[in-house]
């Protein structure tokens, strides 16, 4: 049903989100509700409980979106039902985060916590900046701002100037687990904040991760090779017609040669050049993002307090 609904993302498929309990699930309850309408599947509310707190399955330090599952047109079936059960629950907060901007679940829900006389908060949690592709490099290219158009080419040509750079990319099983040391290696030299992020629960989770999107021909791991070394990596989703940029690491000793930039355009060169029609750079407002052309949109939090 995934395809049917609002929220269509890999961050609630089963696929990642198995993956994400077998690292980080235990010690909570796991609550998998399917429901039916006429012996119809209309929806899936994946939810876990630990310490008072009822919330979706993954966290936002790993999942760019959540949400429950309802196919398009049977909200107020899903969400009765769905709020029925979570009313029988014993939890002092509801916090369902990541929500995108678009989810039915931030109006359903707060409109039936409220009847129910409870506190409820929404929040902004976080930007999503993302870019649709248009059909040529060149259109992308043409598309940003003047002074952003200029910097890209400028420093394509400096690197390029300055010796031999190539754009590897991989995507088979055998190849993705060979090279995710290396990319975890990248990760982490990029800032301090990325290698505090990078713990070793978390790494083994990106190569879990990582290793079941390439058995489903869902990820695209690219490395700026620049003299014979790679300098930059990028893990990217390849879902439908998006890519999505997971994570991203580069060697500061090339920083002065825009690495990282440059092996983030070219990624967006290799979408457009599949037919990809959105570029999603996830969250956070790091400043690269809007010089390759993103514009903002949003996730939230919705919190229930009893």
Known sequence: ILSSCATDTVFVAPSWQRVWWSHFGKGAELHILKVLDDNVLIGIASMKYSDG???????????????????????????????????????????????????????????????????????????????????????????????????????????????????????????????????????????????????????????????????????RLSFLEFNGVDVASNMVIDYKDSYLLYNSGYDPAHSSLSVGLVNKALTIKDGVELGKRRFDFLRGTERYKYDLGAENSAVYQLTVRR
């Open 53 to 219: 707190v009822l919330s979706f399955v993954g966290n936002s330090d790993l999942f760019d979106y959540n949400d429950f599952l309802v196919v398009d047109g049977c909200y107020a079936e899903f969400y009765s039902v769905v709020w029925d059960y979570i009313s029988g629950m014993k939890w002092d907060s509801l916090e369902l985060g990541s929500l995108p901007e678009q989810s039915p679940t931030i109006q359903f829900i707060k409109e039936k916590a409220e009847r129910a006389g409870l506190t409820v908060e929404c929040l902004e949690e976080d930007k999503v900046p993302f870019t649709d592709l248009p059909d040529s490099w060149d259109e992308f290219v043409s598309s940003l701002g003047k002074k952003s158009r200029h910097e890209l080419r400028r420093k394509i040509r400096r690197i390029e100037a300055a010796g031999k750079v190539t754009q590897k990319i991989f995507t088979t099983p055998d190849d993705v687990v060979g090279m995710m040391p290396k990319f975890a290696s990248l990760l982490r030299s990029s800032s301090p904040d990325k290698a505090r992020f990078l713990t070793p629960d978390r790494e083994l989770f990106f190569e879990d991760a990582a290793l079941e999107l390439a058995r489903r021909g869902q990820l």
